[in-house]
């Protein structure tokens, strides 16, 4: 199980701020929040990632509510570029660092 | 460009050929990964392995063997396959599986359809 929910679809006006929910209530005190993307038929794109404190990158920001059950990924200034798939992910706390991703969040950039 | 490469990156085969999948990671990387993407579908993951052992499977059919000769390069060998076999293949590597925030690197991708 991903152990994440996040709406199946959004979308943003271009050059708008994109705001990307993710519910992770079942996170565990040593598990990171992790966002990639994925642009149709290419790789996923590692985003960004944190544990409790707000992250900010050149690509985006991270905000981790305070329970840590919550976060949101924030694209400041939306491009048609940016229209992708979106996955939060909880990293599980085991031997390897295996990422399993749920279905995402499919964000649309519209003129 | 991520610094992992995937070859080739379309293939067409049939059920009774074999062919295999190549990566390989520029990055210095002790990890790496086949995930498989179907349509409409989330990743998969397929196998893992660290400093080149298989650490894990996530059960896989036999028809899917992975080879990794050394920490850059990574295979996925295909034989009798079916169509619903058909998919995205993805690679990625980590600096090493297990341990704290190591995020993965994935390359392009192969995509894959079985007639």
């Known amino acids: 199980d991903a152990k994440t929910t996040q709406p199946p679809s959004m979308d943003c006006a271009e050059g708008r701020a994109a705001n990307l929910p993710c519910n992770h209530s079942t996170i565990s005190g040593n598990e990171y929040v992790y966002w990639y993307r994925q642009i149709h038929s290419q790789g996923p794109q590692y985003i960004i990632h944190g544990l409790k404190n707000n992250e900010t990158n050149e690509m985006a920001s991270l905000i981790i509510t305070e329970d840590r059950k919550s976060s949101t990924l924030i694209l400041p200034h939306a491009t048609l570029r940016d229209t992708a798939v979106y996955y939060c992910?909880?990293?599980?706390?085991?031997?390897?660092?295996?990422?399993?991703f749920g279905p995402g969040t499919s964000l649309s950039v519209i003129p | 460009e991520t610094g992992v490469t995937q070859t080739p990156r379309h293939l067409v085969m049939g059920m009774t050929n074999k062919k295999s999948l190549k990566c390989e990671q520029h990055?210095?990387?002790?990890?790496m990964y086949w995930y498989k993407q179907s349509a409409k579908k989330p990743l998969e993951l397929m196998f893992v392995y660290n400093f080149k052992e298989q650490t894990e499977n996530n059960s896989v059919p036999s028809r899917f063997s992975p080879e990794c000769p050394n920490s850059s390069h990574l295979f996925l060998h295909l034989h009798t396959l079916q169509p619903e076999d058909s998919a995205l293949y993805l690679c990625?590597?980590?600096?090493?599986?297990?341990?704290?925030?190591?995020?993965?690197?994935f390359g392009p991708g192969t995509r894959l359809t079985v007639t």
């Open positions: 992910i909880v990293r599980v706390a085991a031997s390897y660092d295996k990422v399993i």
């Open positions: 990625a590597s980590s600096q090493q599986a297990g341990g704290p925030s190591y995020e993965q690197y």
């Open positions: 990055l210095g990387h002790n990890a």
